[in-house]
């Protein structure tokens, strides 16, 4: 049944790297857009692909649950693909065509070409924040990891999962940038969007084998109640044992199709947001796993920061310098000649 997760991935690799790693391209001779304003619409396209798993990561926790929010989520991806595909396929949607040297002399596109294009790209890139955000925890979910062979089972999956990942940026950075370039942009769209449905069709003939996990609640919510209650117990003695921590029992875990995590050393300030201290107000107490699950997130942070400024750097290489040469294939072609 995981086979389901791993051919969507490599089909939603192929549609999004087989837009973006030629959309500097297919806006200069195009849409004859100049390098700074092209620039600007590719950096803020990507930065909202990137952006809106936040959005989807909460909506899937706190409300629709992972699985239904994947379904929508991947229904609004193939509709933008769709209407993407259209947009350089129905002529009175095309811009128009020119040969002259200089890009930013030729007609301009009309604000209806610029509206379903752009309209259709933004589309997708909400429906990416859906399922970039619970395909991978989707997979995960399928495990049980107090069970050896099940564990084993799950690090095979990611294996295979990022094969499928790699081999669907492969796929989109070689096959689908050139049937772009030379056959055409109608044919360089269609094909990804074409498996972007038949992926979705096999995740969906999976559904009755996967375990499906209820939403557990906003992890914002928990982490805010968590910072609260620890800066309330400030000043009250550190617990030496864990029985004076609190935690819900392990058959409360099963029932939601959880488990809980113990207790760290990281962090060791936010312990205090279990420490028993008469009060059982979710404010003022919270669980170990509610702790940890903080700690987590929060050391997740240095990473997150650290990322940065190499993403600023790669976004240029993916702007600025892509956008001196007729493809991505033609600049790898000049990079491996000098």
């Known amino acids: 049944m995981l086979c389901y997760k791993k051919v969507y991935e490599a089909f939603e690799r192929m549609a999004y790297y087989g837009i973006s790693s030629n959309l500097v391209i297919y806006m200069t001779t195009k849409l004859h857009q100049g390098t700074v304003k092209l620039s600007n619409n590719v950096t803020n396209w990507v930065g909202t692909v990137y952006l809106t798993p936040i959005l989807g990561a909460y909506v899937a926790d706190a409300h629709l649950g992972r699985y239904r929010t994947f379904v929508i ?10 209407v993407l595909t259209l947009s350089v396929s129905i002529p009175g949607l095309k811009p128009p065509e ?3 040297a200089n890009a930013e002399d030729c007609e301009k596109a009309s604000v209806l070409q610029l ?12 429906g990416t924040g859906g399922t970039k955000a619970n395909i991978s925890t989707i997979g995960a ?12 089972q799950k690090m095979s999956f990611f294996n295979w999962w990022m094969f499928s990942i790699f081999f669907g940026t492969l796929f989109a950075n070689t ?5 772009q370039d030379n056959v055409g942009w109608g044919w360089g769209y269609g094909i990804p969007t074409l498996g972007l ?9 999976g559904t009755p084998f996967y375990r499906h996990k209820l939403p557990t609640g906003s992890p914002f919510i928990k982490m805010t109640r968590v910072i609260v209650a620890s800066f309330r117990k400030a000043n009250a003695p550190m617990a030496r044992d864990h029985t004076q921590l609190h935690e819900l029992p392990s058959m409360e875990y099963e029932r939601k199709g959880t488990f809980p995590i113990q207790s760290t050393k990281s962090l060791r ?17 919270c669980t170990i796993t509610e702790v940890e699950e903080t700690k987590q997130m929060l050391n997740m942070l240095p990473a997150m920061f650290a990322t940065f400024v190499p993403s600023a750097m790669v976004a240029q290489v ?18 491996l000649s000098r």
């Open 197 to 205: 449905a038949i992926s979705i069709f096999v995740f969906l003939l």
């Open 141 to 152: 979910d399928q495990f049980d990891e107090t069970d050896p062979k099940e564990k084993i």
């Open 73 to 82: 989520s991947s229904t609004i991806y193939f509709l933008g693909m769709l």
């Open 269 to 285: 300030f936010l312990d205090r947001a279990s420490l028993k201290t008469g009060t059982t107000d979710q404010w003022n107490l």
């Open 318 to 335: 993916n702007t600025l310098s892509q956008s001196q040469f007729s493809s991505p294939l033609s600049y790898m072609i000049e990079s």
């Open 175 to 179: 096959v689908l940038v050139y049937v």
């Open 115 to 126: 509206a379903v294009f752009f309209g259709a790209l933004y589309t997708l890139a909400i």
């Open 98 to 100: 020119c040969s002259m």
